[in-house]
């Protein structure tokens, strides 16, 4: 994974010259956007943008990997001593971050596939009808599509401690394909 | 300086980033029929596009002064205040001889103590990392914690806060789904330690293990089944005088704004059916899964308690602070409605009834947590717990906070 250097050292600048009172520290905005990117808007497969994230839900998850309920071993150290203070901090922030939508390679079959089945098993209902999330329901829309991917896996496969069993139950009976479409559609959202 | 500490640390944190590999695969999935998720089965199809869904909860301490105790109203007399706070999810409360207060949760995975110091509490976790530990109960010295997928029990933990805890689960035999299994638990006066199986299901036909209430020996052994068609309860007592159990359940989703009702019920004697997922509340037949005379031998409640109130926790008031007209009457907690176009419940109503069930009349009693006027709430009451002094400690369950209440002249 190249690593544009000069633009990150620009991002922590500007990090830096942002923090103000009732905001994370710099050095916490730091270490979120290593993997996270500037303000949340991450481009590394895999890591989810936080960038316009319901407050709530990054809360919730937040509170979940500092627990060790859901388990992030890159994010653990980090996790440990933050507060619930901190915390909120740290979902206000992203949850104002403006949110680029991740580049996706737009395959009209799977997005139509993929569209039938958010209609059938009703993820408008939680995540609303574009996807944008709400309170602890995250937004789908424009996010990674590796990592929804992923996620969908994980919820079906090893619904663990601290994972909402609903999210589970409201995945089980799909096969690998099915969640791929919906993956694709998903991280290919860009609005009605 | 701080730049280069800075970039440094962001240097660590992108190469354990990159280091990151992706969570082995797991094994290539069998679809199996894929059944709607628990909570949406009985959704018809003009249901589809209804936004109604579970509220979220709060995962983070609310401080003291975040907290709506200015809005609460009571009865005359009565007095709320802020007891504890700061306890993420806090739902069933017990107390051990030595006064201490354990606090079950459930997504958060924690159990809480609090010790009340003399006008000053503490809390502090106890055990974490937990599935639903929402279960609480304590007898002769001994906390009970049950989780969906484990039971623990702390000896002697009032004096020995560091006590390992007795791993009874394999005992138990608990069954694996999670949806609707979350514990009310409690010890009765014969001693037996009661559990409920909820359904794991808004509606279906639950299966040998569930929807049920059973009673076991402390130590896990000689489990009875003592009620079925039970749909999920998350609240029970034993009445004062007959010292038969009286127990809330929620009634389904997905049949409406208004009906059916949630449940208040009373159980003089084992064995009896409750009636899901054919009856419900105060005999409505099911809309999914019918049969001829679908009320025949269901014990119907002693009182319908609301639409998707969310009936929580029972307590028959048995102290002398407040008037004695509160003598034996039970206190019932409702979270309040998701599954209803206007809310309804967020309060803590008083049941009066005869001793075997009759003339029951519901009474608001805590209230002021709903806002009517934008369809808002500001608090979930889920459990009560009577002190010695007589004061009725509430939990709410949003906020992480306890309120006492308390009755002057």
Known sequence: MPVDWPRAAVALGLLLAAAVQAQPSAETLALCAACHGPGGNATIALIPSLAGQPKVFIENQLVLVREGLRDIPVMKAAMERMTDEQ?????????????????VTAQPDK???????????????????????????PRLAGQDEAYLLQAMKQFRDQPGPGRDTIMSASLYGLSDADLANLAHYLAGYRGK | MIVRTLLAASLLSLAACQSMSPPPAAPAATPAAAPPPAWQQGRTADQ????????????????????????????????????????????????????????GTRAIGRVYEVTDSGGQRTSRVVVDKLVQPSGVAFKDGSLYVMAIDKVLRFDGIERNPGVQPVDMTAAFKLPKE?????????????????????????????GEEYAQIRRYNADGSGMEVIARGVRNTQGFTWHPVTKEMWFTDHGRDW????????????????????GFPYCHAGGVPDKDFKKANPCDGV?????????????MGAHFY???????????????????SWNRTKKF???????????????????????????????????????MLQLPDGSLLITDEQLGAIYRISYAR
């Open chain 2, 48 to 103: 589809a596009s209804s936004p109604l869904a579970p509220h979220a909860g709060k995962m983070t301490a609310t401080p003291a002064s975040e907290l709506p105790l200015a809005g609460i109203k009571l009865p005359p007399g009565f007095k709320a205040e802020v007891w504890a706070t700061g306890m993420p999810g806090a739902r069933a409360m017990a107390r051990g001889e030595g006064g201490k207060i354990y606090i």
């Open chain 2, 178 to 206: 999670q949806h609707h299994n979350w514990k009310y638990i409690a010890f009765g006066p014969d001693g037996k330690l009661y559990v409920p199986f909820g359904a794991p299901c808004n509606i279906c036909v639950p």
């Open chain 1, 87 to 103: 915390i909120i901090e740290l979902a206000r922030y992203f949850a104002a971050q403006p949110f680029t939508p991740r580049p």
């Open chain 2, 318 to 336: 048995t102290g002398n602070m407040f008037p004695a007209e509160y003598s034996n009457v039970l206190f019932v907690a409702r979270k309040g």
């Open chain 2, 345 to 383: 419940g967020y309060d803590v109503v008083t049941v009066r009834a005869g001793a075997d069930g009759s003339n029951a009349k519901v009474t608001p009693f805590m209230t002021g947590l709903l806002n009517e006027s934008n369809d808002t709430f500001s608090g979930r009451p889920t459990y």
């Open chain 1, 111 to 137: 997005q139509r596939l993929g569209a039938d089945l958010a209609r059938k098993a009703l993820c408008g209902t939680c995540h609303l009808s574009d996807y944008v999330g709400q309170q602890q329901v």
């Open chain 2, 255 to 274: 049949m409406g704004d208004d009906s059916p009702e949630d449940e208040l019920n009373r159980m003089p004697r084992t064995g009896a059916f409750y």
């Open chain 2, 299 to 311: 014990t119907l409640p002693v009182q319908t308690m609301g639409p998707h109130a969310a009936v």
